[in-house]
C-alpha cells in the first residue's frame, strides 16, 4: 500500500449542522483548494469531497497536514481561528485505512441515511474535479475505478441500493405524514439541485398540491414538465411563502430565508419548514415565531423503515465486496511498490543482451542475427520470470523490501549510469 495517503474528515457523526455550515465546501473553493493548495506544501493525489453530511479532504503526503488544510480553509472562508474546529474532525493517518474509509463512504455505508444514492455521484464529480486539476495520480486513479468497480458490484449482486433510501426520500415520507395535518396541503420544493431534484420525482404522485421554484428557469422547466408537477417564478418568493404550508429548500444560500421573511405567518396556523441544505438556507431563529416548525437536515429521521431494513440486512454483503475490491486493490498497491525494480532489472539484462549481441554479431548475415535477436530475448525473458515471481510473492507476504535490497545488490541495481 503506497505510504501516505490520508484523509481528513469532518461529518454529521461528529460535527453538528452549525459546525458543517461553517467549514462547507463550495464547488468553486474545491476548485481553487485543488489548484492553490499543492503549491503550498508537498502534496499530491488530492481530492475534495463535500456534501451536506461531510467535508472530507483526502490526500497523498509524508506527514499530516491537518493544520495546514484548516488554515487555508479559514483563510478562504474568513474564519477566526480555524484550528479550533480540529476537534470535529477525525484523522486517518494509515494509508490502508483511508482507502478503506474512501470504500465505505462511496459505499454508503457511512451515510446519514444508510447506502444513500447520491453519495457514489458525489465521489465521482469530486474525483473529476480533482483529475481536471491533475491531482489524481495513478494512486487515486485505481483506487477510485476499483471503488466504482465494488460499487457496480453491489447494484448487481445485493439489495443494498434497492428501495428509494436517501434523504430526499425520507423528506418525502416526513412531507406525506406533515401534511396529514393539513385540508389540501399545499407544499413548495425551493432549489432543484441534485436532492431537490430528487424530491420532486418522489413527490410526483403525492396526494397533494407540490409547486417547484429554482433561480434557473430551464432547469425548473426541466424538472416539472418530467415530474408534472406545478412551477412558480423564483422572484418575489420570499413574499409568497404564507400561501404554503409546508415549504422545502435546498437553496446553497444561507439564511436566505429569515424571521422577517415569514413574521406575517404569525396567528396563521400551522406551518412547517424543512431546510435540506449546508449551509442552512433557513434561519433557526424562525421557530420563534407562532406555529412554525422547522427541520433541519440532521433530523431528518429515517422514514423508510422497509427499504432502510433491507439495506441493512445486505451490509454484511457489501462488506464482503469491499473486502474483496480492497484485497484486490492493495496487492496492485504492493505491486506498484516492486515495479521500478522488476523494471531495473529488465533494463540491466536489455543492457547486457545488447552488449553481447554487438560483441559477437560482426559481420554475420541478416538471417543470423534476426535469430540471434530472438533467441537472446527468449533468455532474457525467462531469466526476468522468477525474479518477478518471487517478487510478487513477497509483496503478498509484506516481505517486499528485503528482497528488493537482495536484487539491489545481485544485480547491482543503483549503480550510477555510465557515462557515455
Not at 425548473?220 to 413574499?239: D, N, P, Q, W, Y
Not at 464482503?320 to 515495479?339: G, H, K, N, P, Y
Not at 540471434?372 to 533468455?379: H, L, M, P, R, Y
Request: one cysteine or more.
Amino acid at each position: 500500500m503506497k505510504e501516505g495517503f490520508k484523509v481528513l474528515s469532518l461529518s454529521y457523526k461528529k460535527a453538528p449542522v452549525e459546525i458543517r455550515e461553517v467549514l462547507s465546501v463550495s464547488d468553486s473553493l474545491a476548485a481553487e483548494f485543488l489548484l492553490e493548495f499543492p503549491h503550498t506544501t508537498e502534496v499530491n493525489d488530492l481530492m475534495v469531497l463535500s456534501t451536506c453530511n461531510r467535508t472530507e479532504i483526502y490526500y497523498s503526503a509524508e506527514k499530516s497536514l491537518s493544520t495546514e488544510i484548516l488554515v487555508y480553509l479559514g483563510l478562504k472562508k474568513g474564519l477566526q481561528n480555524p484550528t479550533q474546529y480540529l476537534q470535529y474532525f477525525d484523522e486517518i493517518l494509515s494509508a490502508e485505512k483511508a482507502s478503506e474509509y474512501l470504500f465505505r463512504v462511496s459505499m454508503g455505508l457511512e451515510a446519514q441515511v444508510v447506502g444513500d444514492l447520491q453519495i457514489i455521484n458525489q465521489i465521482k464529480r469530486a474525483y473529476q474535479a480533482s483529475a481536471d486539476a491533475n491531482m489524481a495520480g495513478p494512486f487515486l486513479h485505481r483506487l477510485l475505478h476499483t471503488i466504482f468497480f465494488a460499487n457496480k458490484r453491489v447494484v448487481q449482486e445485493t439489495a443494498f441500493r434497492d428501495g428509494a433510501a436517501s434523504v430526499s426520500y425520507a423528506t418525502a415520507e416526513l412531507v406525506k405524514t406533515l401534511a396529514q395535518a393539513f385540508v389540501d396541503t399545499k407544499v413548495l420544493v425551493m432549489g432543484i439541485g441534485e436532492i431537490g431534484e430528487d424530491l420532486a420525482k418522489h413527490l410526483t404522485d403525492a396526494p397533494f398540491s407540490v409547486t417547484l421554484t429554482n433561480r434557473s428557469e430551464a432547469k425548473l422547466m426541466e424538472v416539472a414538465k418530467s415530474c408534472g408537477l406545478s412551477t412558480l417564478s423564483f422572484v418575489g418568493i420570499k413574499e409568497k411563502l404564507s400561501e404554503f404550508d409546508i415549504v422545502i429548500s435546498s437553496l446553497p444560500v444561507k439564511d436566505f430565508i429569515d424571521v422577517t421573511d415569514i413574521a406575517s405567518a404569525e396567528g396563521s396556523g400551522l406551518k412547517y419548514f424543512i431546510d435540506l441544505s449546508i449551509p442552512r438556507s433557513i434561519s433557526p431563529a424562525i421557530e420563534s415565531v407562532a406555529g412554525v416548525n422547522l427541520y433541519n437536515i440532521d433530523e431528518i429521521q429515517d422514514k423508510t423503515s422497509q427499504a432502510v431494513q433491507k439495506r441493512v440486512d445486505a451490509i454484511p454483503q457489501v462488506e464482503a465486496i469491499v473486502s474483496e475490491s480492497m484485497a484486490e486493490f492493495t496487492d496492485w498497491s504492493r505491486e506498484m511498490e516492486v515495479s521500478p525494480t522488476i523494471q531495473k532489472i529488465k533494463n540491466a539484462l536489455e543492457e547486457i543482451r545488447q552488449e553481447e549481441l554487438k560483441k559477437h554479431l560482426k559481420n554475420v548475415s541478416p538471417e543470423v542475427e534476426v535469430f540471434a535477436n530472438k533467441f537472446s530475448k527468449s533468455i532474457t525473458n525467462k531469466i526476468m520470470k522468477l525474479p518477478v515471481l518471487q517478487l510478487k510473492a513477497a509483496c503478498q507476504r509484506g516481505e517486499a523490501e528485503t528482497l528488493i535490497d537482495v536484487l539491489n545488490d545481485l544485480f547491482n541495481l543503483e549503480k550510477d549510469p555510465v557515462k557515455q
